[in-house]
């Protein structure tokens, strides 16, 4: 398959990155986001542009990809709704829109977070924002997968860029084991993240729905695919 990858700076967008280099199935990966990613691969294209959104500048003919891998997001602490809302929703429907209507047989990948409020009526500010953002994207005219994580281990030296996130990992890191053993459906890996995703791209993979919480993307990104 030929990947659009958005978010491959973050630590979840890096995870993803770093699987669909290493598996065979996946051909080729166009990266399109703001900062330069740092990384070469014979699979791998970047284009870096203020405006990740603004797909013909990055020459992108929605027909060549059968997928879109969309991981970018930002952090709703101190923003006011309207600004979380332009940067979240806003965003990504800008690019889901022009894919779907040019390639309806494309899988589009979106990572929210659990606990998204699909009613709209919560008072979680980002959860609102995150569930009107999944269901604008489910009513497209593509296969759409919602990935909702909870606990995020970073392995295989794939970072987080945010400093808290870096110092709260640190911290928690032995709690982990103690996690995956008694609450094993709580936690996942960016490995098994990135995984996950080139699974519910592969045809013929068997789906539980649409909206994947961190049991589902475990048994979808637990076992290894084919890589060099």
């Known amino acids: 398959m030929n990947v659009i990858l958005f978010g491959a700076t973050g630590m979840l967008g890096r995870g993803v990155l770093r699987e669909c280099l290493r598996d065979d199935s996946v051909d080729s990966v166009l990266a399109i986001g703001r900062s330069p990613l740092g990384v070469t691969h014979p699979k ?83 959860a609102r924002v995150k569930g009107k953002t999944e269901n604008d994207l489910l009513e497209l005219p593509f296969r759409a997968y919602m990935f909702r994580p909870g606990i995020v281990q970073p392995v295989r030296g794939v970072p987080s860029r945010t400093r808290l996130y870096r110092v709260l990992y640190a911290v928690t890191a032995p709690l982990v084991p103690l996690l995956r053993r008694f609450a094993p459906d709580l936690v996942i890996t960016s490995e098994a993240f990135g995984r996950a995703m080139i699974a519910v791209a592969t045809p013929g993979t068997e789906v539980p729905g649409h909206i994947l919480r961190p049991a589902d993307i475990n048994r979808l990104g637990g076992a290894p695919t084919r890589h060099n």
């Open 44 to 126: 791998l294209r970047e284009r870096v542009q203020d405006d990740p959104s603004d797909l013909s500048a990055a020459g992108v003919d929605p027909a060549a990809y059968d997928a879109c891998f969309f991981c970018l997001g930002a952090s709703s602490v101190g923003m006011k709704e309207e600004d979380y809302r332009r940067v979240t929703h806003g965003l990504t429907l800008a690019v889901a829109r022009p894919l779907a209507a040019a390639n309806p047989g494309m899988t589009f990948v979106y990572v929210s977070g659990e606990g998204t409020d699909s009613t709209g009526r919560g008072r979680s500010m980002w």
